[in-house]
């Protein structure tokens, strides 16, 4: 079962910081700005567990959250893509997220996030192959459903696991979310609970 209690447990600036080694990590990655944050907190029913923010790069730090029931930690993780950022920020965090993606032996599943109105850009595919390359599974997750149409969101789910079919690392099952609209989040929390 999905944990009810979550708390935040540390940041991260960089991979010497780490947590010590625990049980199960699971990710959530994505373009700036696609919800990561808000999708935690409406997965763990506490507003204001991870900052969010209209404005891109909120998040710069990896966030670690964990609940004493469970021995998955969540993790947030500051967004790729963000262009209006000081380039030397946007380097230090790609750098962080993308090393922490390549090597970190825990780490249990990957949530990339994908905005319905955008699908997957040059960015997602990049840190894709980089899932893909050092073998970490990871699973998409479209976020903002409420903002297009049912229809629209059937043809993007279809087409988006064309996109994955030749992705060694992916799972081939895409949930649809809405943060705003509680869509899709009991099925998120089963994929997690059944990843401890
Ligand atoms: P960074 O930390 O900057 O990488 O962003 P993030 O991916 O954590 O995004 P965040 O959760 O901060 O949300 C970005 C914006 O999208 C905020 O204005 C949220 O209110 C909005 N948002 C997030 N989820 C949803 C959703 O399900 N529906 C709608 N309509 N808006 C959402
Ligand atoms: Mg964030």
């Not at 976020?143 to 229809?151: E, N, R, V, Y």
């Amino acid at each position: 079962m999905f944990a009810k209690r979550w708390d935040f447990q540390t940041s991260v600036t960089d991979m010497r910081q780490l947590p010590d080694i625990g049980g199960t990590e699971i990710a959530f990655a994505g373009r700036s700005n696609v919800g990561k944050s808000s999708l935690i907190n409406a997965l763990t029913g506490r507003t204001g567990l991870a900052r969010t923010s209209s404005t891109p790069g909120r998040t710069q730090m990896l966030n670690f959250f964990s609940a004493e029931d469970t021995p998955v930690t969540i993790v947030d993780m500051p967004g790729y893509g963000y262009a209006q950022a000081p380039k030397e920020m946007v380097d230090a965090w790609t750098k962080l997220v993308f090393s922490y993606l390549r090597g970190r032996p825990t780490l249990r599943r990957v949530f990339v996030l994908i905005d319905s109105r955008h699908g997957i850009k040059a960015n997602d595919k990049e840190a894709m192959d980089l899932l893909d390359k050092a073998a970490v599974s990871y699973q998409v997750v479209l976020t903002k459903a409420d903002k297009i149409k049912p229809g629209q969101l059937e043809r993007l789910e279809a087409e988006t696991l064309e996109l994955l079919r030749k992705r060694v690392a992916a799972f081939p099952r895409i949930i649809s979310t809405s943060s705003e609209k509680n869509k899709g989040l009991d099925l998120l929390r089963a994929e997690i609970a059944s990843l401890a």
